[in-house]
């Protein structure tokens, strides 16, 4: 007798649940949204406010910096030097590393290759869009955040690093000659290229001109996965953490020739006005 | 004039279905909700950011702070040109296949050259063999007139021929390799090529390949011990 008292009350409060969406269905959804937008608002805010705690307390635990830097150079007139002598001091520790890194100077529009200190490509960039994040950075976070390589936590490209081309030995001088390689001068992939740094900087490249459509679908889905990763870790709770961007348009030569000279473990040098 | 009353008509029914309507109002939500966003994570960062971490005063002087900073730059800018080489060096592009030969800060000459090939040779799976060029600094270790190449084993299972022993004579040919080489150590050369039709073409196992004249201008410029970057 009990259970089947229990079951009544089940299907009844089932039933009455049934009926409650079926009234109320819009409304439910609206307030499912509501949430939904207020959720991901909140989550922008703090971890905006996160990464800028995360930048202050750098400055403030280098106490070597804090101790040498002067209060002088806060001065918005002595800008433009302190952040050439950032640049510099970034481009000195990067030259004791080894191989090949990145340079990235938005003051004179350039991206740079350099090994040991020597430049060895350098690219002029036509086009580039910074962050508000980047504009409103203190002179002395900038000066303390800069003034080392940043190290690239990841890479992500719609070109190969290194195009293998998978042969196997012929069997004999016949099939050798048959099958004598000829390489294929015609490959020009879109070139679309992410660089995840420290500090949730973020530098996009991309070709400067999207001449096919095959480019601008390439391009959209270039954004889209992009943009498609940070609704990701949303959706899944990640830890909220905010980046800030920079595009930077150059050819799609020089991208392919930038991004194939770059290591696994690639530094890269900011500058900006 | 039918086509555009067609387009009206469209628009009427839709609007009386409120399809487009609805999707108006989630269109304008979305924007505001992003505008709303961006407006916030600025403020945010706006009000943050103000917040100066406190230095001790130490100067206060304007102009001291700016001989200060022209100071160390310039001190900065003399380290960092003591980096590029005096000499001569070559830089190598692999990716478009160009080199560029420079005296100090320079620019001599800008040419097409040839690198390797990406190709990755496997003869069954005992043996295989990636035909690219390495990246980074190297040295001119030495130099070669009228250099003879002997051929690797790769060279033989390439050509579907079967490999001869280690000094076998078929391993040495003449003239291939042009009239200078110059070695960068680990087998990899600068060298010339009978194909010179290919110059500018990933083809090579690995080694740079130039035309006769650079290779020449090349040979005469470079000393032992000269710096080679390649990317």
Known sequence: MTTKKKENRNISLREKFKAFYNINRQRLFRYAIFFIALFVFFTTLVSTAIRINEINRLVQADSLFV??????FNDPELSSLLKERTYKQALIKLSENDSIQLIVNLQDSIVALSIKGVIIHETKVEHFDIDH????LPQMSYARLFSYPLSVN????????????VRNAPKDTLEAALNAYEPDTLMQKPAFL????????????????????????????????????????LIVLKKPSYNSKI???????????IYRALPTNTFLVLSYD | MNLVNKIKEAFEVSFKNKLIIRLCKILIVFVAFIILSIQSQNLIINLKFHKNITVKDRTNDFELAKAKLEKDIKQLNHKLDSKTPKSHYLVINSSSNEFSLYKGKNLIKKDKCSTGSYVLLKNGDQQQWMFKTPKGEFRIQTKTISPIWKKPDWAFVEDGLPVPPVNH???????????YALNLGHGYLIHGTLFQRFIGLPVTHGCIRLN????????????????????
């Open chain 1, 194 to 233: 992410q660089l995840k740094a420290e500090y949730g900087i973020h530098v996009l490249f991309q070709q400067e001109t999207n001449p096919t459509l095959n480019d601008k679908i390439s391009c959209l889905w270039f954004r889209i996965k992009i943009l498609g990763s940070e609704v990701l870790d």
């Open chain 1, 154 to 165: 990841s890479q992500y490209a719609t070109i190969v690093k290194e195009p293998i081309v």
């Open chain 2, 169 to 179: 004579h078929s391993r040495f040919e003449y003239g291939v390799l042009g009239d």
């Open chain 1, 133 to 136: 994040f980047f504009e409103r």
């Open chain 1, 247 to 257: 595009i930077i348009k150059i050819p799609n030569d020089e991208l392919r020739s």
């Open chain 2, 212 to 231: 006769d004249d650079n290779l020449e201008l090349v040979y005469k410029s470079m000393a032992v011990g000269a710096k080679v970057y390649i990317y």
């Open chain 1, 67 to 72: 101790q040498s830097y002067d209060s002088s």
